[in-house]
């Protein structure tokens, strides 16, 4: 299940992950534009410009690159292409959730790998002695919003020569180093990034993967026998503003990473433990309070943040980075239920 959608107006949202701002005032004059356009126009099955627009942000070709609504929708597709193998798809134990709910779509059997006890991903453990159908792991992982190091993330490449391995960027622009520039080099690498967290898109739905032609054309073809117009023209007008808006992205990104930084350390300054987080959200548990019960609490006072009663981290809550005075907003409201 997605984190919930609340119907009640002034709630303070901090259980999704989306970004605090929204979307570039570029973005939305685009989409204006485009509605006035051609909406009775279906729109561009291959959606050229935008895969120009995300290929020359990276330093790669548009052919290396591979649209999808929303990356939920590309990691399907990723996984209908690439992890239908009979043998099992390697993913860290505590990771998006989303993973296990595709292998259970395609009878993909999911290898759970631990987490170090601080809750890193051990490339090491990514070395099995049977043959694996591929691994996908989170960069930086969620819930947890622990970063793995782009030589880390190499590390794993080199363990896995003959498999695809599949590496969701959904928080990269947050503090992390993409591993898109290593795709000429593994042609076994495929990147997954979305324009919904740091872009303040996740309305819009778009994602993308970034790989090798011969990972694109996989791509391709299942999305060709599913949606050929997975991209509508609003979409194509608002993603291709988002990308030409660099110094709205920067503003955004920046200030979303300075209140993550300012909010752990009040955390910590209550008494919480805050995993190092590279996302837009922390990860954070207090030795004196129960997780699940904070999280009801906050709840009371119009604060939703996320608690998942799993394995290894029902002690925890996932919070998302609002703006200053949403986490200003939550801190108060900790301090308040810590001194009752
Ligand atoms: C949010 C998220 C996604 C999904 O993003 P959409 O592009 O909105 O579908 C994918 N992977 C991870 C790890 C996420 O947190």
Redesign the pocket.
């Known amino acids: 299940m997605p984190g919930e959608q609340p119907k009640i107006d002034k709630l303070i949202k901090l259980n999704t992950?989306e970004n605090p701002y929204p979307a570039s005032p570029r973005v939305v004059k685009a989409i204006t534009a485009a509605a006035q356009q051609g909406l009775q126009l279906y729109p561009d099955p291959e959606s050229t410009a935008l895969r120009e627009v995300i290929a020359r942000h990276h330093g790669i070709a548009a052919d290396q690159v591979f649209v999808g609504n929303?990356?939920?929708?590309v990691?399907a597709h990723a996984f209908f292409a690439f992890f239908q193998q009979g043998k099992p798809l390697l993913m860290p134990d505590i990771s998006?959730s989303?993973y296990q709910v595709y292998c259970g779509l395609y009878g993909i059997t999911a290898e759970l790998i631990s987490l170090g006890c601080d809750m890193a991903i051990q490339v090491d453990d990514y070395r099995r002695p049977h043959a694996v159908g591929g691994v996908v792991i989170?960069n930086p992982n969620?819930p947890t919003g622990r970063l793995l190091p782009l030589r880390e993330v190499e590390r794993l490449l080199q363990s896995q020569p003959q498999q695809v391995v599949l590496v969701?960027e959904?928080?990269i622009d947050f503090g992390g180093e993409t591993a898109i520039g290593l795709i000429d080099r593994y042609p076994n690498l495929l990147v997954v990034q979305?324009l919904?967290?740091s872009r303040s898109l996740?309305g819009l739905?778009v994602?993308f993967a970034a790989g090798s032609r011969h990972l694109i054309e996989a791509l391709e073809r299942v999305k060709n026998s599913f949606n050929s117009y997975p991209l509508d023209r609003l979409a194509l007008a608002g993603a291709i503003a988002a990308y030409e808006d660099v110094d709205y992205f920067e503003q955004t990104r920046q200030a979303v990473m300075q209140s993550r930084n300012a909010l752990t350390r009040e955390l910590m300054q209550l008494g919480f433990e805050v995993l190092p987080s590279a996302t837009n959200f922390v990860f954070a548990q207090h030795p004196g309070h129960e997780a699940a019960s904070l999280a009801a609490r906050l709840r009371e006072r119009g604060i939703l943040v996320r608690h998942f009663r799993l394995p290894r981290i029902e002690q925890y809550l996932r919070i998302s980075i609002g703006t200053p005075a949403q986490c200003e907003a939550l801190l108060q409201a900790l301090r308040q239920l810590f001194v009752a």
């Open positions: 992950n929303g990356s939920d929708e990691l998006y989303f989170a969620a969701d959904a928080y979305t919904s967290k996740a739905r994602g």
